[in-house]
């Protein structure tokens, strides 16, 4: 055999698959697509029953709050029925993996839409990848505010391209998949169980003091953990949390 055919995975690759249905996996998924994928903002969502999409990543690098707001009324408005891909989300079947250079829809999308979701919050570039799971069909967007993603992954189609998409598409569903109780938490599953908690507690329209009652603990520690899930999803107010987790 050659040695110098068979090329090892770096150790950051190793340490993300070993992540693979444990709730370390976000911040180890979510900083590789930033640091070796030049991605600003991943958002992704999962069609469970061919109408309607709910969220399960959501982070925005560049912490611009405006973008955050529209990433959450991509959902809670339901602008995703005027997303160009929508159709193509519903429709992907087993074994079907799709790639979506923005290029290839941009004349499709909406003045406004387009204003809202990628010009607006300063992006350049788009690129999306849909594929099928036993729980549904995913959409994961990689948006860039620094180039062009054809300058990493090559042309539309290239076997980069389609190599990139195949290892993303596999990490999302079979961390999902391995540990569906993640999915059930949705956008709730970067955080400690504690964050959780509040969260939950927060959407049942509970107050801090009647939360610190229920968990044993002071009302000003309901305020900490609240900062910190806020914090880690990317919102700022008890609304963008209803809404994300619509």
């Not at 900083?31 to 969220?55: E, I, S, V």
């Not at 959501?58 to 912490?63: L, V």
């Not at 790639?99 to 204003?115: D, I």
């Not at 350049?124 to 994961?140: F, L, M």
Request: charged residues 20%.
């Amino acid at each position: 055999m050659d040695q110098q055919a068979f090329t090892l995975p770096s150790d950051q690759h190793l340490t993300l698959l070993e992540s693979l249905g444990t709730p370390a996996f976000y911040d180890l998924f979510l900083d590789w697509l930033h640091q070796q994928l030049n991605t600003d903002q991943c958002m992704t969502f999962l069609c469970p029953d061919g109408d309607r999409l709910t969220t399960v990543i959501s982070k925005d690098f560049g912490r611009d709050q405006r973008a955050r707001q529209l990433a959450l009324s991509y959902i809670s408005e339901e602008h995703y029925r005027n997303d160009p891909n929508f159709e193509s989300i519903k429709q992907c079947q087993p074994g079907q993996l799709m790639t979506l250079p923005l290029a290839s829809y941009c004349q499709k999308m909406g003045r406004r839409y387009r204003e809202l979701f990628i010009s607006g919050p300063g992006f350049v570039d788009k690129w999306s990848v849909i594929c099928h799971s036993p729980d549904g069909n995913y959409c994961i967007n990689l948006y860039s505010r620094r180039g062009q993603y054809q300058d990493l992954f090559g042309e539309p189609g290239s076997e980069r391209e389609t190599g990139i998409a195949r290892l993303i598409a596999m990490l999302v569903t079979k961390h999902y998949l391995l540990n569906n109780q993640l999915l059930n938490q949705g956008p709730l599953a970067p955080l400690s169980e504690r964050e959780r908690q509040v969260c939950e507690a927060m959407l049942a329209g509970k107050k801090a003091e009647a939360i610190g009652h229920e968990l044993g603990v002071a009302a000003s520690s309901i305020v900490t953990y609240r900062k910190r899930a806020y914090d880690k999803l990317g919102i700022c107010s008890r609304a963008q949390l209803f809404a994300l987790c619509r």
